[in-house]
T-cell receptor, first 113, second 115 residues
Framework: AQSVSQHNHHVILSEAASLELGCNYSYGGTVNLFWYVQYPGQHLQLLLKYFSGDPLVKGIKGFEAEFIKSKFSFNLRKPSVQWSDTAEYFCAVTAGGNNRLAFGKGNQVVVIP | DAGVIQSPRHEVTEMGQEVTLRCKPISGHDYLFWYRQTMMRGLELLIYFNNNVPIDDSGMPEDRFSAKMPNASFSTLKIQPSEPRDSAVYFC?????????????FGSGTRLTVV
């Protein structure tokens, strides 16, 4: 079964700083990759997804992610964060034509005004 | 579309009681998933259904947990008897297996507290 690793579980940064969250997965075949965001007290919402094509994916709220197949990575980035980006971010993977979504442990991001 | 609807939003129950969580998926979605979220273990997939049929229940913690999907618009997750370690947020999600529109839609969750 596929697994997903997210590092630096807790991230604290100031407004306007750049954010990068790492995500690595373990599966050698075709994968579909996702980033979800969970704002405090809310449910998970899809930020962006990658199925095929351009490995640089742009999502909502100024987020983007880059799929690097050779590194089994799908890192999330935002050039300039806002206080409203305070949330937990989850990387997730489906693999092998399977619709089962495997989540990483999440990154808790706190943006200080 | 109202999205994935879960009820109740909050549930507080005493240890040993039966708890039933409910989920209404998005109309037309043929997959339904139950996840449990805790601080210690993050998001864990408990069980998922395709066209109302359970496909993988390997994540169900033990026999105290059971899930059903009697029709395409309704699913339940039952815990009997409940224990304090079952306290968590339980999310239901639905999806279609379509590359263009694919993406899970999550419900707002049920926060379960077992005292």
């Amino acid at each position: 079964a596929q697994s997903v690793s997210q590092h630096n579980h807790h991230v604290i940064l100031s407004e306007a700083a750049s954010l990068e969250l790492g995500c690595n997965y373990s599966y050698g075949g075709t994968v579909n990759l996702f980033w979800y965001v969970q704002y405090p007290g809310q449910h998970l919402q899809l930020l962006l997804k990658y199925f095929s094509g351009d490995p640089l994916v742009k999502g909502i709220k100024g987020f983007e992610a880059e799929f690097i197949k050779s590194k089994f990575s799908f890192n999330l980035r935002k050039p300039s964060v806002q206080w409203s980006d305070t949330a937990e971010y989850f990387c997730a993977v489906t693999a092998g034509g399977n619709n089962r979504l495997a989540f990483g442990k999440g990154n808790q991001v706190v943006v200080i005004p | 579309d109202a999205g994935v609807i879960q009820s109740p939003r909050h549930e507080v129950t005493e240890m040993g009681q039966e708890v039933t969580l409910r989920c209404k998926p998005i109309s037309g979605h043929d997959y339904l998933f139950w996840y449990r979220q805790t601080m210690m273990r993050g998001l864990e997939l408990l069980i998922y259904f395709n066209n109302n049929v359970p496909i993988d229940d390997s994540g169900m913690p033990e026999d105290r947990f059971s899930a059903k999907m009697p029709n395409a618009s309704f699913s339940t997750l039952k815990i009997q008897p409940s224990e304090p370690r079952d306290s968590a947020v339980y999310f239901c999600a639905s999806s279609v297996w379509d590359r263009e529109t694919y993406g899970y839609t999550f419900g707002s969750g049920t926060r379960l507290t077992v005292v």
